[in-house]
């Protein structure tokens, strides 16, 4: 079973940047498309951007198409997600998640998961 942990989040203002990663253990992401939700208080969990497994298909969000851009190295097992021009509302708890092979918007078709990293962004 693949286990997820996700880092760098943190505390920004907004117009700043941040590189979230996605580190995979007890398994390998080669096989496993990723995709990145968030959820932000009183909200539901809302797709963010995908990866398919080879890193060919790739899919995002409208509201954070040609800010964020999300990558794979499978050498290192691991996905990233680089935030820029962030915004408020941005802040969320972001999560890592993998299904097998083709990329997915809704989270109820992902398999595993991290616990989450908090983003937050300040006006």
């Known amino acids: 079973q693949v286990q997820l942990v996700e880092s760098g989040g943190g505390s920004v203002q907004a117009g700043g940047s941040l590189r979230l990663s996605c580190a995979a253990s007890?398994?390998?992401?080669?096989?496993?498309?990723v995709g990145w939700f968030r959820q932000a208080p009183g909200k539901e969990r809302e797709f963010v951007a995908a990866i398919g497994w080879n890193g060919v298909s790739i899919h995002y969000a409208d509201s954070v198409k040609g800010r964020h851009t999300i990558s794979r190295d499978n050498a290192k097992n691991a996905v990233y997600l680089e935030m820029n021009s962030l915004k408020p509302e941005d802040t969320a708890v972001y999560y890592c998640?993998?299904?097998?092979?083709?990329?997915?918007?809704?989270?109820?078709?992902?398999?595993?998961w991290g616990q989450g990293t908090q983003v937050t962004v300040s006006s």
């Open positions: 007890g398994g390998t992401l080669v096989t496993y498309a």
């Open positions: 998640a993998v299904r097998r092979f083709t990329i997915a918007t809704s989270s109820s078709e992902y398999d595993y």
